[in-house]
């Protein structure tokens, strides 16, 4: 286990093991300093109906606009801040931010929208994670139904506690909450019908290139059908191009995200783009 992670970390910066030690070591002390000096950003990332063509939320996606090593994608410094224990920093500074950001657009009158907040493993396993929620979701007055969780499912399953438990005390504020990169791990569809979930991400694994493979759409559309029958919104992950879109359509998916539509951006760009798109 610990070699598979060294190997990950590896792939992250390349040269010598040795050398990529010694950097995991100094972003480690830089991550401590990154939320107080304000170094984080939060990106958000549209999702649109296919059906009524309207914006209905945004995931928000964690960068680190470091002052040597310029921008960051979580990638680089998630794995590491879940090993050292930082995680939970960098989640409750992104709720604050999607909580903050939900309060100022109530203020100034838009329609409603979600943002969806990726949550980790060991924040799953964080006990005071619906207190922390709570005393956020009353200080901006925000309504909890339009904030989202997202957890992985492979999160879900490796977790120790039990995860239901904790989905359960979450859902009790009124939060939706979605399972991640759904196909990627090794849970079964049967035990989807236990999760108190809403929504249902299928993997860009599912959705890449998936006009060109027949047996890909079977696939992607059986799973949209065992999640819609499942009483959830389903959504695909990473639509890149309109070939894959007219196929996830006739696949009778719910929400798009990706580069076909967007990118995530900052929140200024994101609502300039939302100006655009209407
Ligand atoms: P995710 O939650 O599955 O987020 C989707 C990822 O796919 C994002 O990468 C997004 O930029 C990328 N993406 C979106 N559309 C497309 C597309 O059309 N094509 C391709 N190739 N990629 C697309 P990003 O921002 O690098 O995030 C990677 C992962 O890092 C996320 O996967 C999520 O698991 C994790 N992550 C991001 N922000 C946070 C955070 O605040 N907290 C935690 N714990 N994890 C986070
Ligand atoms: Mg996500
Ligand atoms: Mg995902
Ligand atoms: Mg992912």
Redesign the pocket.
């Known amino acids: 286990f610990e070699a598979k992670r060294l190997r990950q970390d590896v792939a992250v910066f390349n040269p010598s093991a040795e050398a990529a030690r010694a950097l995991h070591l100094s972003l480690l002390s830089d991550l401590a300093t990154a939320i107080q000096q304000d170094q984080l950003r939060q990106?958000l990332?549209p999702k649109r109906c296919l059906k009524t063509g309207r914006i209905t939320g945004a995931?928000?996606?964690?960068?680190w606009q470091h002052p040597q090593r310029g921008w960051l994608?979580?990638?680089d410094f998630?794995p590491f801040a879940e090993r050292s224990g930082r995680?939970r920093q960098?989640?409750d500074w992104?709720l604050a931010r999607a909580v903050r950001t939900l309060a100022a657009w109530e203020v100034e009158g838009r329609e409603p929208m979600s943002i969806a907040?990726?949550?980790?493993t060991l924040?799953i396993q964080d006990q005071t994670l619906p207190a922390r929620l709570a005393a956020l979701l009353a200080e901006y007055r925000v309504d909890p139904g339009q904030l989202q969780l997202?957890v992985?499912e492979t999160g879900l399953m490796s977790s120790g506690t039990d995860p239901i438990a904790v989905l359960n005390a979450l859902k009790a504020w009124g939060v939706k909450l979605a399972i991640?990169?759904f196909g990627t791990g090794q849970s079964s569809l049967a035990y989807l019908q236990h999760l108190p979930v809403d929504e249902l991400?299928i993997d860009?694994s599912f959705v890449q290139d998936v006009n060109a493979d027949p047996r890909r759409q079977a696939l992607l559309k059986s799973i949209v059908g065992v999640g819609q029958g499942l009483g959830l919104t389903v959504t695909a992950?990473?639509?890149?191009n309109q070939a894959e879109l007219d196929c996830i359509a006739a696949c009778g998916c719910d929400l798009i995200?990706?580069?076909?539509l967007a990118?995530?951006m900052d929140l200024p760009d994101f609502q300039t783009w939302l100006g655009r798109t209407g």
């Open positions: 990106f990332q995931e928000a996606l964690v960068r994608p979580p990638g998630v995680i960098i989640t992104m907040v990726n949550i980790s924040d997202e992985t991640d990169d991400k860009r992950e990473g639509v890149e995200q990706g580069y076909l990118k995530p």
